[in-house]
């Protein structure tokens, strides 16, 4: 079984930056499996914030492109979010997910808070 683990959420104000850990029980992100990040503000739907695939390829949220950067470590089998100029609108909670065929995989989540 497959568990994600989300670290480096917090409060920050508009402007500044995070830097979001998804660290993974088991060896999912040695594989091919595609790892990213997605949000859930409330009273709204979980959206998509970034993916990677195993190969490196990126793909952003229009939202989140030129502010965000999704990053991997494969030999540490974690998945990293750095966000800069972080925005008020961009507070949520923000999920790690894994993808591989037709296994797929959540964390807890992690709170980001950014004040104005």
């Known amino acids: 079984q497959v568990q994600l683990v989300e670290s480096g959420g917090g409060l920050v104000q508009a402007g500044g930056s995070l830097r979001l850990s998804c660290a993974a029980s088991g060896s999912i992100f040695r594989t091919n499996a595609m790892g990213g990040w997605y949000r859930q503000a409330p009273g709204k739907q979980r959206e998509l914030v970034a993916t990677i695939t195993s190969g490196g390829s990126t793909n952003y949220a229009d939202s989140v492109k030129g502010r965000f950067t999704i990053s991997r470590d494969n030999a540490k089998n974690t998945v990293y979010l750095q966000m800069n100029s972080l925005k008020p609108e961009d507070s949520a909670v923000y999920y790690c997910?894994?993808?591989?065929?037709?296994?797929?995989?959540w964390g807890q989540g992690t709170q980001v808070t950014v004040s104005s």
């Open positions: 997910n894994a993808h591989l065929v037709r296994l797929e995989y």
